[in-house]
């Protein structure tokens, strides 16, 4: 386990992926656990811990995960991170390179670009399906996005959540035709040896809970060599 961000009020920690933030069916010791041992040692604290879990991941994903360690921090950030406009959350996700029909996908351009669809979840299937008109039961999801590298095969995108739907991310990019690299359930072309997908909560800004600072914490690359060569070559932009 990785702590990135820790002070009496909130800890945010670098998930790996393969591991899951709260606990579920599976009964796999959850990320939420370890880190309340990791509090209870450093602090050597008696008794139960508190600690709770604002917001998630999916377990194939990694990155930045927030977790409040007092009941205020926890009230306000569950506040905050369900109105959205007080968070801001930014991914990082490797894309298979594909055409695209209609020229919606401008991979000579490295500027911002938004995505809007409709978004309808399959619950039984564990998936959501995106559309470019209103259906029922669908709600809105907005994203926007960049090229930050380019390979051969795959692409480093960066991408703004403006909406936060289940598997939004990971539906929208496999829309255009660019599965998440691993993604299975989206259409990659190949599963990744440790069952994850190439998605990370790279950075996350947000005001403190309680001192009302300014809060911006950003995630390592991930240790792996396509993740580290893709990001050799990021273009920064104004």
């Not at 406009?85 to 670009?113: C, F, H, L, M, P």
Request: net charge positive; hydrophobic share 35%.
């Amino acid at each position: 386990m990785q702590v990135v961000y820790e002070d009496n009020h909130i800890i945010i920690v670098n998930k790996k992926s393969g591991e899951i933030v709260q606990g579920d069916k599976t009964g796999d010791r959850p990320l939420s656990e370890i880190v309340k041992d990791y509090i209870k040692e450093k602090y050597q604290k008696p008794g139960a811990v508190f600690l709770g879990v604002v917001h998630r991941l999916d377990r194939p994903v990694s990155g930045l995960v927030v977790f409040a360690r007092t009941s205020k921090a926890l009230t306000r950030l569950n506040k905050m991170f369900a109105e959205k406009e007080e968070v801001k959350k930014t991914y990082w996700a490797i894309v298979e390179k594909r055409n695209v029909e209609g020229g919606k996908w401008k991979e000579d351009s490295n500027e911002w670009q938004s995505m809007e669809h409709w978004i309808v979840r399959n619950e039984k299937q564990n998936k959501s399906y995106a559309y470019s008109t209103e259906k029922p039961n669908s709600k809105k999801a907005i994203l926007n996005y960049r090229i930050l590298a380019k390979g051969d095969n795959y692409n480093l995108l960066e991408v703004q959540l403006l909406t936060g739907r289940h598997h939004q991310i990971r539906c929208q990019l496999a829309s255009m035709g660019c599965p998440i690299k691993g993604d299975l359930k989206y259409g990659a072309k190949r599963s990744n040896p440790d069952a994850s997908i190439s998605l990370q909560s790279h950075r996350i800004e947000f005001v403190h809970p309680v001192s009302k600072e300014t809060i911006i914490v950003e995630a390592p690359v991930p240790n792996e060599p396509l993740w580290e060569a893709l990001a050799q070559f990021i273009v920064h932009n104004s």
